[in-house]
């Protein structure tokens, strides 16, 4: 997913002398405040109407459980885990996951659905060559509307 989308995504045509709505929605995956030059532009002419500097300053999530794993670096072949998720609510979820560094995970399934107060096992690949030292992973469970229900935390010691 990208950090900054914008709705609607298809070009739109404006009548003159109205207003049309722009729907922003930011999805960092660090904290840390971020920059975004959004610009609207005719699309017959090439010329540009307006530009908008947009910033959004996000702090740390809240991270409601730590997971540490010590794995094998530089090597060919990638390792597995599994952690546990329990859905807290009295009915059955639909959740999305998305990693703080897609480069070093991958999900077994990026989307689960959980019963009510069910427990579901989160599938993680991590991918294989990664250099030794330990690095900090965020996992962020989100509902199907993509607002952060929980965010877990994943250290990794390569060796």
Same mark, same amino acid.
């Given at each position: =997913?990208?950090?900054?989308?914008?709705?609607?995504?298809?070009? !739109?045509? +404006?009548?003159?002398?109205?207003?049309?709505? @722009?729907?922003?929605? @930011?999805?960092? $995956?660090?904290?840390?405040?971020?920059?975004?030059? $959004? %610009?609207?532009?005719?699309?017959?002419?090439?010329?540009? +109407?307006?530009?908008?500097?947009? /910033?959004?300053? /996000?702090?740390?999530?809240?991270? %409601?459980?730590? !997971?540490?794993?010590?794995?094998?670096?530089?090597?060919? *072949?990638?390792?597995?885990?599994? &952690? *546990?998720?329990?859905?807290?609510?009295?009915?059955?979820?639909?959740?999305? +996951?998305?990693?703080?560094? =897609?480069?070093? @995970? &991958?999900?077994?399934?990026? &989307?689960?659905?959980?019963?009510?107060?069910?427990?579901?096992?989160?599938? +993680?690949? !991590?991918? =294989?060559?990664?250099?030794?030292?330990?690095?900090? &992973?965020?996992? !962020?469970?989100?509902?199907?509307?993509?607002?952060?229900?929980?965010?877990? /935390?994943?250290?990794?010691?390569?060796?």
């Amino acid at each position: =997913p990208r950090p900054l989308q914008v709705s609607p995504r298809d070009e !739109f045509t +404006l009548q003159p002398d109205s207003v049309h709505e @722009v729907s922003l929605r @930011v999805r960092p $995956l660090s904290a840390g405040t971020r920059s975004h030059l $959004l %610009s609207a532009v005719d699309t017959e002419s090439l010329t540009m +109407l307006n530009c908008w500097l947009v /910033c959004a300053s /996000c702090s740390p999530p809240v991270i %409601s459980r730590e !997971f540490e794993f010590r794995l094998p670096a530089g090597g060919a *072949k990638g390792s597995s885990k599994r &952690i *546990k998720y329990t859905n807290p609510y009295g009915e059955a979820r639909k959740l999305e +996951l998305q990693a703080s560094r =897609p480069d070093l @995970v &991958i999900f077994k399934e990026d &989307i689960f659905e959980v019963a009510a107060r069910g427990e579901y096992s989160i599938g +993680l690949r !991590f991918v =294989p060559g990664a250099a030794r030292g330990t690095e900090s &992973i965020l996992i !962020f469970i989100n509902n199907t509307e993509g607002d952060n229900e929980e965010t877990l /935390c994943v250290r990794v010691t390569y060796d």
